[in-house]
């Protein structure tokens, strides 16, 4: 690179002067070969071509102004330096090794014969060096290496979380490989087994006695038909309070905006779950759906068979008043669903059988086999509902916490309540 004439040399320009005849005459000095010379002077050409011809023009008349200032008040604000020897670091010689490598010309059956190296080739010196460095400051400084998670640079700090430390995470990241960490999620729900264990729980309901029954049943189709169609994660669900739940009624639709006919649930949840912001509700359920399904109804019975409940108690609870798990769920409920659907020829539910491995507890092993189920059963035609736009699916399952990582537009979207109940009344 040619530098243009200008008045006031940059800082670099002067450092790269002294450090080249400083290392020339240490090299004369030496004996030793002086394309080391060259390759230092193409590692400050480089350096200098990290900003563009522009830049240093632009510059120019700043650093003009600040050696005014400079000579009108008597201070110094522009200060090289002082070098009483080259710079003596490792990264200079690998940026040698790099830069002599560059030099290189491809051997003849290379597909690039006949022409120099290219930069990414070159660049995998840079890489190899860093990686020897990484392993060595985790083993010279364990207490003070860290890595950045997301740039990958290697820093060496006052101090760190012996979790945080460097050595700690490449241990991480080599039982993971070792080991595996590649999870499987649990087995999705389809409508059809959503559909027969709403009939099942309706006949239950027909044929209770007892108050425990009652409720019973109707805790058990709340946290079906909730898991179901808000796509809600077990500790969402299950942290539910009366107060955090708005139900309308289909003849009150047009009393919240939506017609009349369509009435809505409205789920408030924990301020650690929520990840919506809108000012709107953050769930937001028809109170009937396209494939029959009617949360609201089962809602409501549930509302009326705790008389004395307050605004500030769990919604699925026991006698007690304690409230539900997934796993009390699971094994008290939907896994002798599913065994009686296999028990009818469930087609689907044939596979599983009583071995360890396969049975449907391993199969069905956590909650979020409503999650899955539901956002598959949206994105497609099933019994009379529509197939769900990407946007609605995105608002609904509420997949993104951190605003940095979600896409601009999506950002700005803001649905109103008639557009949010559509997925739940029109596509589940």
């Given at each position: 690179m040619t530098y243009p004439r200008t008045r006031i040399a940059p800082p670099f320009i002067c450092e790269a002067c002294t450090v080249r005849t400083q290392l020339g005459s240490e090299l004369e000095k030496k004996g030793q070969h002086l394309g080391l010379l060259m390759l230092e002077r193409m590692r400050l050409i480089d350096q200098a071509n990290a900003w563009s011809r522009g830049t240093h023009q632009n510059y120019q008349a700043l650093l003009g102004k600040l050696t005014r200032f400079e000579q009108a008040y008597g201070l110094i604000l522009l200060q090289p330096t002082s070098?009483?020897?080259?710079?003596?670091?490792?990264?200079?010689?690998?940026?040698?090794?790099?830069?002599?490598?560059?030099?290189?010309?491809?051997?003849?059956?290379?597909?690039?014969?006949?022409?120099?190296?290219?930069?990414?080739?070159?660049?995998?010196?840079?890489?190899?060096?860093?990686?020897?460095?990484?392993?060595?400051?985790?083993?010279?400084?364990?207490?003070?290496?860290?890595?950045?998670?997301?740039?990958?640079?290697?820093?060496?700090?006052?101090?760190?979380?012996?979790?945080?430390?460097?050595?700690?995470?490449?241990?991480?990241?080599?039982?993971?490989?070792?080991?595996?960490?590649?999870?499987?999620?649990?087995?999705?729900?389809?409508?059809?087994?959503?559909?027969?264990?709403?009939?099942?729980?309706?006949?239950?309901?027909?044929?209770?006695?007892?108050?425990?029954?009652?409720?019973?049943?109707?805790?058990?189709?709340?946290?079906?038909?909730?898991?179901?169609?808000?796509?809600?994660?077990?500790?969402?669900?299950?942290?539910?309070?009366?107060?955090?739940?708005?139900?309308?009624?289909?003849?009150?639709?047009?009393?919240?905006?939506?017609?009349?006919?369509?009435?809505?649930?409205?789920?408030?949840?924990?301020?650690?779950?929520?990840?919506?912001?809108?000012?709107?509700?953050?769930?937001?359920?028809?109170?009937?759906?396209?494939?029959?399904?009617?949360?609201?109804?089962?809602?409501?019975?549930?509302?009326?068979?705790?008389?004395?409940?307050?605004?500030?108690?769990?919604?699925?609870?026991?006698?007690?008043?304690?409230?539900w798990t997934s796993n009390y769920y699971r094994r008290n409920h939907l896994y002798k669903w599913l065994r009686q659907q296999r028990a009818e020829g469930d087609p689907f539910l044939q596979a599983f059988t009583d071995a360890p491995g396969n049975r449907l507890e391993d199969k069905y092993y956590s909650f979020g086999t409503y999650r899955r189920g539901g956002r598959s059963t949206s994105t497609k035609r099933n019994n009379g509902t529509k197939k769900a736009t990407s946007d609605e699916v995105y608002e609904h399952g509420r997949w993104t916490k951190r605003m940095s990582k979600e896409n601009m537009p999506t950002r700005y979207n803001e649905f109103e309540l008639a557009d949010r109940i559509n997925l739940t009344l029109l596509c589940m």
């Amino acid at each position: 690179m040619t530098y243009p004439r200008t008045r006031i040399a940059p800082p670099f320009i002067c450092e790269a002067c002294t450090v080249r005849t400083q290392l020339g005459s240490e090299l004369e000095k030496k004996g030793q070969h002086l394309g080391l010379l060259m390759l230092e002077r193409m590692r400050l050409i480089d350096q200098a071509n990290a900003w563009s011809r522009g830049t240093h023009q632009n510059y120019q008349a700043l650093l003009g102004k600040l050696t005014r200032f400079e000579q009108a008040y008597g201070l110094i604000l522009l200060q090289p330096t002082s070098l009483a020897h080259p710079p003596q670091h490792p990264s200079i010689g690998v940026m040698w090794a790099q830069q002599h490598y560059l030099l290189r010309t491809p051997s003849v059956g290379h597909s690039q014969s006949e022409e120099r190296v290219r930069f990414g080739t070159a660049r995998a010196l840079r890489s190899a060096a860093s990686q020897y460095y990484l392993w060595d400051f985790q083993l010279a400084h364990p207490e003070r290496s860290i890595r950045d998670p997301r740039t990958r640079k290697m820093y060496l700090v006052e101090g760190v979380s012996p979790t945080d430390a460097l050595g700690y995470g490449l241990m991480a990241t080599g039982m993971a490989r070792r080991v595996g960490d590649h999870s499987k999620p649990p087995i999705a729900l389809t409508l059809k087994q959503v559909q027969w264990g709403v009939e099942h729980l309706e006949q239950r309901w027909m044929a209770c006695k007892m108050p425990e029954a009652y409720r019973e049943t109707a805790a058990a189709a709340v946290t079906h038909l909730l898991g179901w169609l808000g796509w809600l994660r077990s500790a969402e669900l299950f942290s539910l309070k009366w107060e955090d739940v708005t139900v309308t009624r289909p003849a009150s639709g047009p009393r919240i905006g939506l017609p009349l006919g369509v009435g809505a649930i409205e789920l408030r949840l924990l301020p650690e779950t929520k990840s919506n912001r809108t000012k709107v509700a953050d769930i937001v359920i028809s109170y009937l759906c396209a494939s029959g399904l009617a949360p609201g109804l089962w809602l409501e019975r549930l509302r009326r068979l705790w008389v004395h409940a307050t605004p500030g108690d769990y919604i699925i609870r026991g006698r007690t008043g304690t409230r539900w798990t997934s796993n009390y769920y699971r094994r008290n409920h939907l896994y002798k669903w599913l065994r009686q659907q296999r028990a009818e020829g469930d087609p689907f539910l044939q596979a599983f059988t009583d071995a360890p491995g396969n049975r449907l507890e391993d199969k069905y092993y956590s909650f979020g086999t409503y999650r899955r189920g539901g956002r598959s059963t949206s994105t497609k035609r099933n019994n009379g509902t529509k197939k769900a736009t990407s946007d609605e699916v995105y608002e609904h399952g509420r997949w993104t916490k951190r605003m940095s990582k979600e896409n601009m537009p999506t950002r700005y979207n803001e649905f109103e309540l008639a557009d949010r109940i559509n997925l739940t009344l029109l596509c589940m």
